[in-house]
C-alpha cells in the first residue's frame, strides 16, 4: 500500500498532467479558427469601415475648399 502512493502521485505528473496540458492546447488550437458567419462579419465591417473613411475624406476636402487653414487650428 505504501508503494502506490508514489507511484501514482509518479504517474500523476508525468501521463496525466501532460495529457490535462495537450488536451486543453488542442481545444484552444481548434476553437481558433473563425467560422464562415465570422468571415462575413469581418467583410462587412472592413466595407463600412471604407466608406467611412471615404466619407471623411470628403467631409475634409469640402472643410479644406471651404477654409484652408482650418487642418492647423485644431
Known amino acids: 500500500m505504501d508503494g502506490i502512493i508514489p507511484i501514482l502521485a ?18 484552444w488550437k481548434r476553437g481558433a479558427n473563425l467560422t464562415r458567419e465570422d468571415e462575413n462579419l469581418l467583410d462587412e465591417l472592413h466595407d463600412m469601415a471604407r466608406l467611412l473613411e471615404d ?20
Open 10 to 27: 509518479i504517474a500523476c505528473i508525468f501521463i496525466g498532467l501532460p495529457w490535462l496540458i495537450l488536451h486543453y492546447v488542442t481545444q
Open 55 to 74: 466619407r471623411v475624406e470628403t467631409i475634409e476636402r469640402i472643410m479644406t475648399a471651404d477654409d484652408p487653414s482650418w487642418k492647423s487650428r485644431g
